[in-house]
Nanobody
């Protein structure tokens, strides 16, 4: 059973930055497609970014392009999300997710494709 633990959330003012991390255990992290999703109060869970096994394929939702950067360190079993130029509309609980069945370059953007999820970390951006 893969376990995912997020960290790095917090409260910042608009324009600020945060870096989220997701530590994976009990699995072969280097063969998982990994992603970040977020869920704001009263809204559905939303895809934010995904990265393939070795990082060669990356995808972002349009609203974060140019501001967020997803990366991974397979030697540390850790996924990252660098978030810059944060906006109040980025406020949400952020979840990392793992897809162990993805192929080498696959980067699914649907939540249903991901088998394992972290508990989430709160990001709050004030104006």
């Amino acid at each position: 059973q893969v376990q995912l633990v997020e960290s790095g959330g917090g409260s910042v003012q608009a324009g600020g930055s945060l870096k989220l991390a997701c530590l994976a255990s009990r699995g072969t992290f280097s063969t998982f497609a990994m992603a970040w999703f977020r869920q704001a109060p009263g809204k559905e869970r939303e895809f934010v970014a995904a990265i393939s096994w070795g990082g060669s394929s990356i995808q972002y939702v349009d609203s974060v392009k140019g501001r967020f950067t997803i990366s991974r360190d397979n030697t540390k079993n850790t996924l990252y999300l660098q978030m810059n130029s944060l906006r109040p509309e980025d406020t949400a609980v952020y979840y990392c997710a793992a897809d162990p069945s993805a192929t080498y370059s696959s980067i699914p953007d649907r939540a249903a494709r991901y088998d394992y999820w972290g508990q989430g970390t709160q990001v709050t951006v004030s104006s």
